[in-house]
């Protein structure tokens, strides 16, 4: 399998991991909060505003870029564990979790944070895909391919099922290391291609 296949199935994973936990998120929300128009503004404005932010922020200039990336990940995966943790709370809160405090909690836990981390490995992603042509947009594509499958992933899972919050987002935590894997792959794979014939240059 061909380094960029193997870079494009990374984002796919973030796309699936990020799709489902802001359906979750929504639907915890939503649930729980009073006035679901208004609610649903909110919460669509936050989780789209933290994952941009998160898209925007540049890679460090004092180390590597495979450490920067890894670094990243590593943060992904701990919001992912983090935010299981917090539903796990959450489902046995019963009324309490309608609180303003709660919802806040929720808002931040369950879906600002882990859209910001995911936001920050789509960014840096796109650095890696410019080693190759068509270069940057290719991760945010492949990661839109992976948001679809994201929301199919969580509706079914929280329809008609007794799949609850924190083991959907302990699969995803589990979807997440397999992508930081594959992207290591992808990375090893494009040098060995390219680095290694001189034809591009690691980005510093």
């Known amino acids: ?9 990374s984002s796919f994973t973030v796309g699936i991991a990020t799709a489902a936990c802001a359906t979750l998120t929504g639907g915890l929300l ?8 208004r609610a ?20 460090p200039r004092d180390v590597t870029f495979r450490l920067a990336l890894r ?3 590593r943060g992904l995966v701990v919001s992912f564990v983090v935010a299981a943790l917090f ?11 309608s609180s303003s405090l709660n919802l806040g909690l929720g808002l931040t836990f369950l879906g600002a944070v882990p859209m ?20 940057g947009a290719q991760a945010f594509a492949w990661g839109a391919g992976g948001a679809a499958a994201g929301v199919l992933l969580s ?13 959907l987002l302990m699969l995803c935590v589990v979807i997440l290391s397999a992508g930081a894997v594959v992207q290591t792959l992808g990375i090893d ?12 240059e690691e980005p510093s």
């Open 1 to 9: 399998m061909s380094g960029r296949v193997l870079l494009g199935l």
């Open 30 to 37: 939503l649930y729980s909060a009073d006035g679901l128009l």
């Open 40 to 59: 649903l503004a909110v919460v669509l404005a936050v989780l789209s505003g933290a994952l941009g932010a998160g898209i925007a922020v540049d890679l």
């Open 71 to 73: 670094r990243r990940w």
């Open 87 to 97: 539903a796990g709370v959450w489902s046995f809160m019963g009324d309490g979790a």
């Open 116 to 135: 910001f981390a995911a936001g920050t490995v789509l960014g840096a992603a796109s650095r890696i895909h410019e080693w190759v042509a068509p270069p």
């Open 155 to 167: 509706g079914a899972a929280m329809s008609g099922t007794r799949f609850l919050p924190p083991t």
């Open 189 to 200: 794979q494009l040098e060995s291609d390219l680095v290694g014939d001189g034809a591009v």
